[in-house]
Nanobody
Framework: QVRLVESGGGLVQPGGSLRLSCTNSRTLFSVYTMGWYRQVPGKERELVAVITSSGSTTYADAVKGRFTISRDNAKKTVYLQMNSLKPEDTAVYYC??????WGQGTQVTVSS
């Protein structure tokens, strides 16, 4: 069973930055596509960013130019660097791994 552990969420003012981390310590991390998703109450979970095993990335239009997904295969960790945060980025952020595995989620709140 894949286990994903997320960290890095919190409260930040508009325009601020946060970096989320997701560590997967139980599988061959480097061969898998990893992703970040987010969800707000009453809405479906949506894609934020994805990174393939070769490092190719895809972003939701809403975060292009502000968020960056990256991975460190030696640390079995995927990151989401979030800059220029907006109130509408407020959500629970989830890491997605192989075999449709999910982390527990980390809350990101953007508010003044």
């Amino acid at each position: 069973q894949v286990r994903l552990v997320e960290s890095g969420g919190g409260l930040v003012q508009p325009g601020g930055s946060l970096r989320l981390s997701c560590t997967n310590s139980r599988t061959l991390f480097s061969v898998y596509t990893m992703g970040w998703y987010r969800q707000v109450p009453g809405k479906e979970r949506e894609l934020v960013a994805v990174i393939t095993s070769s490092g190719s990335t895809t972003y939701a239009d809403a975060v292009k130019g502000r968020f960056t997904i990256s991975r460190d295969n030696a640390k079995k960790t995927v990151y989401l660097q979030m800059n220029s945060l907006k109130p509408e980025d407020t959500a629970v952020y989830y890491c997605k791994g192989p075999n449709d595995s999910w982390g527990q989620g980390t809350q990101v709140t953007v508010s003044s």
